[in-house]
């Protein structure tokens, strides 16, 4: 009997994962080098001129005037503001620490779902959510590489406005694919990055080759190709199957960041990131039985590629 080999679409899925588990290591290679302001900008531009570029293959159509301030909403939340937080964020926090804080996003998401569009907080979405934040308060308040400090609150701060940019993509998504809404979001973030432009020249002219190969990662590989290949491999899985590997972005960037950079997680943040994916799960398990796109497969494809785009990644 012969083993069966895995679809392209799995191959796509996983590579995704890998991708952009890697952004959090890379991130720390790139800051002792560049800065915060020059890695941040650097690497959403290089990330909207790859999507730019590949928009015309992916058949990308321009959006509605209509549909710019919600889009200039996503630019700055999921792209700008991310990537500054998460970079400033990880000058002191370990990049695994990161991962696992940054993944309780969805729970910000989902109340301002509540909140501004109506959507009903069951009570399962209001326990996974409690569950969620007890992790990322057990990981912030651990005694290890992260400790609780105001690097830890920043990168929680992050995890806020990837929040904001899932909630804001809800809407666009009913009109436009995944890799539609993540293009336009890169576009729109490298217009509201330009401001870090003067910083990023004097950064560049004396950063090592090893960060600004960092930058030039963190841009074509976990922001563009992540997201190219996450629209193409969630367009032909179910919803569950792409839903649950994102789960592993945490486990698996603790693990690059213990192979590149030697890091070690401290006990109490593995726990702490165990709870809070653990209330994402929760809460991703009540959505996936009502969706409020409605049924369509593409539809609901769509929607988890748009949410996921900016962890990592947009925005990764």
């Avoid at 910000?108 to 969620?132: C, D, K, P, Q, Y």
């Avoid at 401001?195 to 563009?224: E, F, I, K, M, N």
């Avoid at 590997?245 to 990131?273: D, K």
Wanted: glycine share 8%; net charge positive; aromatic share 6%.
């Amino acid at each position: 009997m012969s083993s069966r080999i895995p679809s392209p679409h799995v191959f796509a899925l996983a590579g995704t994962v890998v991708l952009w588990a890697s952004a959090f290591p890379a991130i720390r290679v790139g800051i002792d080098g560049l800065g915060v302001a020059a890695l941040s900008f650097l690497r959403i531009v290089i990330a909207a001129l790859a999507l730019t570029l590949v928009a015309p293959l992916a058949k990308v159509r321009l959006p509605r005037r209509r549909d710019l301030p919600m889009i200039a909403l996503c630019g700055v939340t999921g792209v700008t503001a991310y990537q500054a937080l998460l970079n400033w964020g990880e000058v002191r926090v370990a990049a695994g620490t990161a991962s696992l804080l940054i993944a309780v996003a969805p729970v910000f998401s989902v109340l301002l779902g509540s909140l501004f569009l109506g959507e009903r907080l069951s009570r399962t979405i209001v326990v996974g959510s409690a569950v969620a934040l007890a992790g990322a308060a057990l990981v912030s308040l651990a005694g290890g590489a992260g400790g609780f400090t105001v690097s830890a609150l920043i990168v929680l701060a992050a995890a806020v406005v990837q929040g904001v940019y899932h909630f804001a993509t809800k809407p666009l998504l009913r009109r436009y694919t995944g890799l539609e809404v993540a293009a336009y979001a890169m576009a729109a973030g490298a217009v509201f990055a330009l401001p870090l432009l003067p910083a990023t020249w004097h950064a560049a002219l004396h950063a090592p080759a090893g960060a600004l190969a960092s930058a030039v990662y963190l841009g074509l590989l976990p922001s563009a190709l992540g997201f190219v290949i996450w629209a193409y491999a969630v367009a032909r899985l179910p919803l569950a199957a792409s839903t649950a590997a994102l789960y592993l972005v945490p486990p698996v960037a603790l693990l690059v960041s213990f192979v590149w950079l030697g890091e070690v997680p401290h006990p109490v943040e593995l726990l702490g990131g165990a709870v809070s994916v653990a209330g994402v799960v929760l809460i991703n398990r009540r959505k996936r039985s009502r969706s409020p796109l409605g049924p369509s497969a593409e539809n609901v494809s769509d929607a988890t590629a748009g949410q996921a785009a900016t962890r990592p990644a947009p925005a990764r």
